[in-house]
């Protein structure tokens, strides 16, 4: 799945993850110029590209649903 660049700086975006307390991984798309990224979801493995995680992310991502707005 392609993931689109920032429709705000037209930079480059990458999938970013975090594991929490359980063991359990938040997946977004953030941009890495400006910061704007998606909401977090759930991923119960490494994520990526092709774990359900990372594909709602993308998803999210190239139909322009973001959670933050980009830096000024």
Excluded: H
């Amino acid at each position: 799945m392609r993931l689109n660049n920032c429709p705000a700086c037209r930079s480059p975006a990458a999938i970013r993850s975090r594991a929490d307390s359980r063991g359990r991984f938040r997946v977004w798309v953030q941009c890495e110029n400006c910061g704007r990224r998606t909401r977090d979801f759930t991923d119960n493995q490494e994520p990526g590209q092709d774990t359900p995680g990372g594909k709602f992310a993308v998803i999210a991502w190239n139909s322009g649903d973001y959670r933050q707005e980009a830096r000024a």
